[in-house]
């Protein structure tokens, strides 16, 4: 099983609030990668990181940010979270392999 | 446009029966195929992974088919157990950027009856 982790794992949360999703993995991977999947669809890239102070961001516009301070930490944050951010947020990281953590379910009521 | 089609989208089986999942992509300059199993609220995990020269790869009680001309795979499991009920991923990998960008199908959700 792969070494990547995400907390937390489910999020319920009123709107306004601002939300740190955290992820870390200790394979020592350069890239890491934030995805987002609604039920039933396909995962959505929404940024990505080659490395230590580079983020860039995906195909999916999405209203969160990340940062890229250590090699094993790629947190992602709502500065304030809506409804619409409701979703399942997936991490990876790895290049020819991409190694998934087990998601954060955020729920913005 | 750079796309991955999987078929069908939900799929019943009894438990000990084969099944094969289909997956068709038009994503282009290709570098790989991969299949994902996702378990209800879990993150993808990798089953096999193809490049342009293979055109079949076992894990298991799972194997993978690639014809690289059609741009068809299909991900075949043989005697399913109740464990295999999951979302199965089809996900394509170009050569056009340095990041291997990865494009992903919606799944196809099955579910294995006792």
């Known amino acids: 099983e792969a070494d990547i982790y995400q907390t937390p794992r489910y999020l319920v949360i009123g709107t306004g609030k601002k939300i740190t999703l955290e992820c870390s993995q200790t394979?020592?991977?350069?890239?890491m990668y934030w995805y987002q999947q609604d039920p039933g669809m396909e995962l959505h890239l929404i940024h990505y990181?080659?490395?230590?102070?580079?983020?860039e961001k995906g195909d999916l516009s999405s209203e969160s940010t990340v940062s890229r301070i250590r090699t094993e930490h790629f947190p992602l944050t709502l500065e304030s979270a809506r409804p619409s951010h409701t979703s399942q947020y997936l991490c990876?990281?790895?290049?020819?392999?991409?190694?998934f953590g087990p998601g954060t379910r955020l729920t913005v009521t | 446009k750079n796309q991955v089609e999987q078929s069908p989208q939900s799929l019943i089986i009894l438990e000990g029966k084969n099944c094969t999942l289909q997956c068709n992509y038009t994503v282009s300059p290709f570098s790989n195929l991969r299949w994902y199993k996702q378990d209800t609220g879990r993150g993808p995990v990798s089953l096999t992974i193809?490049?342009?020269?293979?055109n079949t790869k076992s894990n298991g009680r799972y194997t993978a088919t690639l014809d690289a001309d059609t741009k068809q795979s299909s991900l075949h499991i043989t005697a399913s157990q109740l464990s295999d009920s999951a979302s199965y991923i089809c996900?394509?990998?170009?050569?056009?950027?340095?990041?291997?960008?990865?494009?992903f199908g919606r799944g196809t959700q099955l579910t294995v009856w006792p």
């Open positions: 996900v394509v990998s170009d050569r056009g950027s340095t990041l291997g960008r990865l494009y």
């Open positions: 394979m020592g991977h350069d890239k």
């Open positions: 990181s080659y490395g230590v102070n580079s983020t």
């Open positions: 193809m490049t342009f020269s293979e």
């Open positions: 990876a990281s790895g290049a020819e392999e991409q190694y």
